[in-house]
């Protein structure tokens, strides 16, 4: 059937061809032909492709459908709630607080309550006005001597190369303007983030911003960097949930001279992480190098990063700190479903526990082991509405990071190009035509719109339920539905272990082989 199009297309090419001769325009028939025959040879002579030279010239149409299929599928085929990893009705929500739009619903929701997943909250028949409503948290335990007021939603760690330079300082001005915390992602510390906001300042596997020759860690550079005003914490990245055990990667099309020059790594490369750090190799001294961060760093809130895994490793780290005392001052807990600007596919699709779970299991270990009232949570992993935060709350959470919820507010059109250096928004690229297209000035405030509006949602939503502090969320405020007839509140879907559970004898189903099998001297 093919070959007989194929066969069809000629015989048009053919007449029009007829036509331009019997019309004596002769330049026509050059400017039209001679490229399409010079292509067609070309089709027939390569090998690399096997439909090009069985259809030749028309086999192209084949790869121009392919390229914009993400487009057409999203513009014209799927509906509001199919659309991944943010389906539209959730990119449109972004959209449209960081324009200061109507974000209102009409006629109704879109959702099926009676789907098994619906989750909703129990409201009170007295709400709470949201002036009244405690919108921000302290970190800082003990051992910081500089706590920081941290607010309930944040910009989650992306890095200079990942991220162009106009996106970079479109985000941090707009932490600046909303009074919120920026994380600069692993890879240092660039002029770009240096624009007034509050930062995170994370160290990953490379020691990127903080290193020596050898890629080392090194304590001086750090501090350097670390004793920065803007810099309000120190966050130690263990892993991530897009790819957990993998290196971070920066494709060497993304690896520009000044880059090179804050990360401190040579040109024409790609630039990949080390798959684990070369400072520690056993919990214990992972929490030593992290009072040593805290000491470095002149007392500011240190804390990891971490997508569980293997949860006896988790468990490792809190045997830890119960047998030195040194404890982090937050543990951020990323899903296996966040998002990154390169992965492998198997990595991304198949390693790390889903955020949930897993940010359950990190407070039920550290409310087993009394640590829970003494370290702050962090979650990310597609939290982007209000009611994300108030459901993960009910889960064990205190803060919230989002990394792909700000881009969306800087105009990213979710086109899935992150990793080619193609990103036609300029948000995750390093072409300077295309950063050209992102304007700082408009797009920090639609950063600090989007934050803005979605806490006021978020202090909404606790009022509603009549809770004047989001920490009064209870797992029994948040119900779901399991199937048509069966409804359970999240403390009767999930185990919460009581404090000091772990401290005791008779450990809670599910921690029994994980608590004996971990030990505070080996991962």
Known sequence: MRRNWYIAFGIVLIGLASIFVMLHDIIWFYAFLVP????????????????????????????ILEF?????QQYFIENDEEEKPFNRQNRSIVYQRAKNEIDTQPFGTILDPYLPGYTWAGHSIMPVHIKDIDPRIIIGGDRCTQPYSASRMNISAMSFGSLSPNAIMALNQGAKIGGFAH???????????LQGGDLVFQVGTGYFGCRNDKGEFDPQEFQKEALRPEVKMIELKLSQGAKPGHGGILPAAKLTPEIARVRKVPLGHDVIS?????????????????DHLRSLSGGKPVGFKICIGRRREFAAICKAMLETHILPDFITVDGGEGGTGAAPLEFSNHLGEPLESALLYVHNTLVGTNLRDKIRIICSGKIITGFDMISHIALGADIFNLARGMMLSLGCIQSRQCNLNTCP?????????????????EKKIRVANFHQNTINSFLEIVGAMGLKNPSEIKPDFIKRRINETTVKTFDEMFDYIEPGALLKQNLPKGFQKIWTLSSAEKF
């Open 425 to 441: 928004t300029g948000v995750a690229t390093q072409s300077r035509h295309l950063q050209w297209g992102l304007v700082v000035a």
């Open 68 to 72: 914009i299929r993400p487009e057409i």
């Open 36 to 63: 399409l025959a010079i292509i067609a040879i070309y089709d027939l002579l390569q090998t690399q492709h096997s439909i090009l030279r069985n259809f030749p010239i028309l086999g192209h149409f084949r790869f």
């Open 274 to 290: 080390p798959i684990k750090h070369s400072t520690f190799n056993t919990p214990i001294e992972l929490l030593k190098f992290i």
């Open 183 to 193: 994380n600069t992602g692993e890879g240092g510390i660039s002029s770009y983030h």
